[in-house]
T-cell receptor, first 114, second 116 residues
């Protein structure tokens, strides 16, 4: 079965600091990769996704993620965080091409201090 | 506006009682899902349905049941057999067609169940 590891449970940053949240998965085959975000009081929503092609994908609000197949990683980055980025971030991976089953990581809470 | 409506938002239940959580979507999505979210545990898949009258167990289906009689509706019943039912339950849907559509999920606001 697929497993997804998010390395940090809680990250605290000051505004304008750079962000990198780690995500590693276990499945060795073809996968779809996602980052979802849950802002306080809001629904979970898609931040960005990778299906194929350029391993550097860009999402909403200036976030990007890089797929490194050899490292089974899909780390999320943002060069300069804002207070409004305070949220919980979830990495998710499917079990194979066309699979309906997404496996989520345990999430990373990001707190940005003004 | 298109979206997913979950009800109730908060629910309290006594031990030994079954409870049904509602999930309705007007996105015309084929696939629907139920996830359970516990603090520090991420989201775990309970059940999913790709089409009407068909559904599959996820990772933690024991103690839960679902039905999919209509495309727009996917209710979840938490039965008395679920040993630790207190949790936040999230319903989601996806276009569900083809390689790339299946995993782009739209989520509802969630239902918080507390067993007293």
């Amino acid at each position: 079965a697929q497993s997804v590891s998010q390395h940090n449970h809680h990250v605290i940053l000051s505004e304008a600091a750079s962000l990198e949240l780690g995500c590693n998965y276990s499945y060795g085959g073809t996968v779809n990769l996602f980052w979802y975000v849950q802002y306080p009081g809001q629904h979970l929503q898609l931040l960005l996704k990778y299906f194929s092609g350029d391993p550097l994908v860009k999402g909403i609000k200036g976030f990007e993620a890089e797929f490194i197949k050899s490292k089974f990683s899909f780390n999320l980055r943002k060069p300069s965080v804002q207070w409004s980025d305070t949220a919980e971030y979830f990495c998710a991976v499917n079990d194979g091409a066309g699979s309906y089953q997404l496996t989520f990581g345990k999430g990373t809470k990001l707190s940005v201090i003004p | 506006d298109g979206g997913i409506t979950q009800s109730p938002k908060y629910l309290f239940r006594k031990e030994g009682q079954n409870v049904t959580l509602s999930c309705e979507q007007n996105l015309n999505h084929d696939a629907m899902y139920w996830y359970r979210q516990d603090p520090g545990q991420g989201l775990r898949l309970i059940y999913y349905s790709q089409i009407v009258n068909d559904f599959q167990k996820g990772d933690i289906a024991e103690g839960y049941s679902v039905s999919r009689e209509k495309k727009e509706s996917f209710p979840l019943t938490v039965t008395s057999a679920q040993k630790n039912p207190t949790a936040f339950y999230l319903c989601a849907s996806s276009i569900g067609t083809g390689y790339s559509g299946a995993n782009v999920l739209t989520f509802g606001a969630g239902s918080r169940l507390t067993v007293l």
